[in-house]
């Protein structure tokens, strides 16, 4: 089974790109979609990025970082002509809702490139104070307004917005044609659970059709994520069909591949 990781990361050394690459691909991933950690100063990471995918160009699709209530849309156009594909944001200055981001998510639209929204908490660190981090304004509620005013507009929720399960379940349900959250982080714990959770998540059979898979962690870790989600999988008695979606072709369809 091919693998697409909806999720990944430019980490600085000793992590290299070359290893990463390798080590995907020896664990079957094919694709892998590529943002910087999020820094406040991103423009270093994204260039990485683009160094990335331009040498890789058959693995690699890059997901240019953007800082909402700092950048404006005019950086979209920026980062598709760099060839870029696809947006990663994470810890806005408002509620992710908030329509003073439209421009960037109309633009976006309109260049077809998804954006990959960090959804629930994040770990904190001392730079949170200077950024005015605040995990309220990610719940994947916001998500849901920013869906139905661009309904071609490609939204990727990290995370399964945890702990928000049930609600991130909700806008992945009533935004069938546009959104789809990714398992990464979230697979470390609902690996663990027993089924009888699942079923109390309400929307949870609509949602999980809407499911991808994303690593969001140093290569060396790669494998162990496979294993998470393929149990997961096995417990909740998931068909090869759906397996096949969440690992490859939910996100092959909205990358175009």
């Not at 490859?248 to 909205?254: L, Q, R, T, V």
């Given at each position: 089974m091919q693998i697409i990781d909806a999720h990944q990361h430019y980490y600085p050394e000793p992590q290299t790109i070359e290893e990463l690459v390798e080590r995907s691909e020896r664990a079957g991933i094919t694709k892998i979609c590529?943002?910087?950690?999020?820094?406040?100063?991103?423009?270093?990471?994204?260039?990485?990025?683009?160094?990335?995918?331009?040498?890789?160009?058959?693995?690699?699709i890059g997901f240019g970082f953007i800082r909402l209530g700092i950048d404006t849309?005019?950086?979209?156009?920026?980062?598709?002509?760099?060839?870029?594909?696809?947006?990663?944001?994470?810890?806005?200055?408002?509620?992710?809702?908030?329509?003073?981001y439209y421009?960037?998510?109309?633009?976006?639209?309109?260049?077809?490139?998804?954006?990959?929204?960090?959804?629930?908490?994040?770990i904190s660190n001392p730079a949170d104070i200077k950024h005015d981090v605040a995990c309220e304004r990610m719940r994947p509620i916001?998500?849901?307004?920013?869906?139905?005013a661009f309904p071609k507009l490609n939204i990727i929720g990290a995370h399964l917005g945890v702990p928000w399960y049930d609600e991130a379940c909700a806008v992945a349900a009533f935004n069938r044609k546009n959104v789809l959250y990714d398992l990464s982080g979230a697979i470390n714990l609902l690996y663990e659970f027993e089924?009888?959770?699942?079923?109390?998540?309400?929307?949870?059979?609509?949602?999980?059709?809407?499911?991808?898979?994303?690593?969001?962690?140093?290569y060396e870790r790669i494998p162990g994520a496979i294993d998470k989600f393929n149990a997961l999988f096995d417990k909740l008695e998931f068909s090869e069909e759906l397996r096949e979606k969440i690992f490859?072709?939910?996100?092959?369809?909205?990358?175009?591949?």
């Open positions: 590529l943002s910087g950690l999020g820094d406040y100063s991103c423009d270093k990471y994204n260039e990485d990025v683009k160094k990335a995918f331009e040498k890789y160009p058959n693995t690699i849309w005019h950086l979209v156009d920026e980062l598709y002509e760099q060839g870029f594909r696809g947006l990663k944001t994470i810890s806005p200055r408002k509620n992710y809702s908030d329509k003073e421009p960037i998510y109309k633009r976006a639209e309109e260049l077809k490139m998804p954006i990959l929204f960090h959804t629930g908490m994040k916001y998500l849901d307004s920013i869906a139905r089924p009888w959770f699942f079923k109390t998540l309400s929307h949870w059979e609509s949602a999980k059709e809407r499911f991808v898979f994303g690593v969001d962690d140093h490859y072709g939910n996100m092959a369809k909205i990358l175009g591949l």
